[in-house]
């Protein structure tokens, strides 16, 4: 296995990857066209797909999705769980608040108001094949059913996606690009040409589609909100109107990045969202729901297994068409949008453990979904069984509108529609402005994973987003592009298996090295006439910067030098550098196709204990006379914590070959 290192003094000046960009723009272009030219050929064909898809791919679905699940769920269990998303002295980015807003926004969004009632409705009204007669009663059933397209399942996947391309990126220093996931597997020139050029292309598409889709749901459920409250008819050009305007509030946000837009919409998304959920469970029968929500919780789980595995193979025609339009199409659509959000959590997951970003990913956000269908279902259930049908009717037949003839069973019914209609219109930012800045990074080369893609490219997708979102509104072409979502994730299920065999392969790598690294193979070397008051007078030692940087000049340098001119006669290729900039000494032995051995040495700026100060209080450490240095060792997996300064330079030679005999022996158990 090679390198995965990139050298990574600086910054990479940014570039279009042009092969991408044209490739995914006119694939784009041409499927718009057709949809729109002939709208209805189009929907018959991609409905015939659809059909034969789910006939004859429907088991495959099934297992696919359990495999993910599963696949991930033993790699935060397992012992990579510890390994980081990131060097090992990496620390997260986002708070677990913050991060699971934007884990939530970016991985539902509208359709959480659009499916929140009128899915548990639709299951209880028309139950799927073999659930009449079940020892369940028909409540019960279908709120687990809900459960079963919102649960596990859905959320391993993006898990799975996130956790490979984070780990490639931010663990081994590659793009934040889906291509990056198989590198173990085709090599790093493959990867750069036609087959990565096609897994990225692929992946802009399907998240082009797959965010234009979820637009068109959320401008239909806005105007439906609008005309229940307000009295818009429903046109054309109000929901133009709507595009118009979300595409430039998601445009400005894209513009302030994650950290700002992207960030503080989406803890406004979670707040609003929160409060709609309370307000629903304290107007409502509150005990009940309370009840509802532990019973559907331990009926999810309770048939989790064998409703995973359930193709309604006993239940003939009704059966099949049923899993058609229900499970695999939810499971097709969580793949078809795994790319985009796959991408985005792993652009906000740096620095968090395998075990951490699975468990948090898979059910962080998992808890809230629960809560939002078991208390939306049941409340919309109980108003159907105490009389109210007209509500079964329109959440079945106009799910858009079902949300808002919902809350007119309840008091201050404009109130808390007028809110689900500024939830909705968020959510719809979120998905516009985290799509557009996944779409500019997936187009761009030379970005490093800590980097993003330039403004201007990232407003020139927003606007694409928008402009497809407007055209397949006015051909009436949103049924073709869910088909179209749908039939694409097939292809990349698969592709999602390669990236977990590549990520078992490196993981397992990781795992050897790390043992090999557990070796002590010899004592660091005394020099002669050093005893303990020495070493104690180095451990209290807080030495200043310009101390710091001569040792490195005058002691590690040299000791680098000696151990790269020794290794260089012995045939081995090496590289020294020297970053004047930032002080920081770098060795890199190059092994050809098996992983390079890397030694770094940085100067770290550090707060200097009180009693060093000689006063007692807390150190703020705003001034050089309250800060003391250190020449802190890294290694390609990040820093090791420890202090070079006061070490001669015998020592740090040792120190060297102590870290490289560790490499050496890694390679060894890794062949």
Not at 3 to 20: A, C, K, M, W, Y
Not at 116 to 145: C, D, K, N, V, Y
Not at 323 to 347: D, M
Not at 573 to 600: I, W
């Amino acid at each position: 296995m090679q390198s995965f290192i990139d050298d990574d003094h600086g910054q990479r000046p940014l570039e279009v990857n042009r092969t991408v960009f044209i490739a995914s723009a006119a694939l784009t272009a041409l499927l718009i066209a057709i949809t729109m030219l002939f709208p209805d050929r189009t929907e018959a064909l991609l409905g015939l797909a659809l059909g034969w898809v789910s006939d004859h791919f429907g088991w495959y679905y099934m297992l696919a999705l359990a495999a993910y699940s599963g696949f991930v769920l033993f790699i935060a269990l397992s012992r990579y769980g510890d390994i980081r998303l990131g060097p090992d002295h990496a620390t997260p980015d986002f708070n677990y608040v913050t991060w699971a807003a934007m884990l939530f926004s970016a991985g539902i969004g509208i359709d959480l108001l659009f499916f929140g009632a009128s899915e548990p409705l639709a299951h209880f009204l028309t139950p799927p094949g073999g659930t009449e007669g079940a020892l369940q009663p028909a409540e019960r059933a279908a709120i687990a059913q809900t459960f079963l397209h919102w649960g596990v399942h859905g959320w391993g996947l993006y898990a799975l996606v996130g956790m490979a391309l984070a780990y490639f990126a931010y663990r081994h220093k590659m793009p934040l690009a889906l291509r990056s996931a198989l590198v173990p597997l085709i090599g790093r020139e493959r990867a750069a040409g036609w087959i990565g050029h096609t897994v990225d292309t692929f992946g802009v598409v399907c998240t082009l589609f797959g965010i234009a889709t979820s637009l068109g749901i959320g401008v239909l459920q806005a105007n439906a909100g609008m005309t229940h409250i307000f009295g818009i008819e429903s046109s054309k050009l109000v929901q133009a109107t709507i595009i118009v305007t979300v595409i430039i509030l998601a445009g400005l946000s894209a513009i302030s990045g994650v950290e700002r837009g992207v960030r503080r919409l989406s803890e406004i998304n979670m707040g609003f969202a929160t409060l709609l959920l309370i307000a629903l469970l304290l107007m409502g029968p509150t005990l009940y729901l309370l009840n509802g929500l532990v019973q559907n919780i331990g009926d999810y789980f309770q048939g989790l297994i064998g409703k995973t595995f359930d193709v309604y193979a006993y239940d003939g025609a009704e059966g099949a068409s049923w899993k058609a339009g229900w499970t695999v199409f939810f499971w097709a659509w969580w793949l078809a949008w795994s790319p985009f959000v796959g991408l985005f959590i792993a652009r906000i997951s740096r620095g968090r453990t395998l075990r951490e970003f699975v468990l948090g990913a898979m059910f962080i956000p998992l808890g809230f979904i629960f809560a939002w269908f078991s208390i939306f279902g049941n409340s919309a259930i109980d108003l159907v069984n105490n009389g109210a049908v007209e509500l079964g009717e329109i959440a079945v037949n106009d799910p858009a509108m079902g949300l808002f003839a919902f809350f007119d069973h309840y008091p201050a019914a404009s109130l808390w529609s007028g809110l689900a209609v500024v939830l909705g219109l968020i959510f719809f930012i979120t998905s516009a402005d985290s799509g557009a800045l996944v779409l500019a990074n997936l187009s761009t080369k030379g970005l490093t994973s800590e980097q993003d893609a330039p403004i201007w490219l990232r407003l020139f997708w927003a606007a694409l987003t928008g402009l497809i979102t407007l055209g397949l509104l006015f051909a009436g072409g949103f049924n073709s592009l869910q088909s179209v979502v749908v039939v694409s994730a097939l292809p990349f299920s698969v592709i999602l298996l390669l990236f977990m065999w590549s990520l078992h392969y490196s993981l397992r790598q990781e795992a050897t090295k790390r043992k090999a690294e557990n070796i002590d193979f010899a004592p660091a070397i005394p020099d002669k006439g050093l005893g303990w008051k020495e070493r104690l007078s180095r451990i209290v030692h807080f030495p200043s910067r310009r101390f710091v940087e001569q040792f490195l000049r005058e002691t590690v340098e040299p000791a680098m030098a000696e151990v790269s001119q020794a290794l260089n006669q012995r045939g081995l290729d090496t590289e020294l550098s020297h970053d004047a900039e930032d002080h920081r000494l770098r060795l890199q032995v190059k092994h050809g196709n098996e992983m390079d051995f890397f030694y770094m040495v940085n100067l770290i700026g550090c707060a200097k204990p009180v009693f060093a100060l000689g006063q007692s209080g807390n150190i703020a450490a705003h001034h050089e006379h309250e800060r003391y240095y250190r020449a802190e060792v890294f290694l390609r997996e990040g820093g090791q914590e420890y202090d070079l300064v006061g070490y001669s330079k015998a020592q740090v030679i040792n120190d060297i070959l102590n870290q490289y005999e560790r490499h050496m022996q890694f390679l060894h158990l890794d062949r």
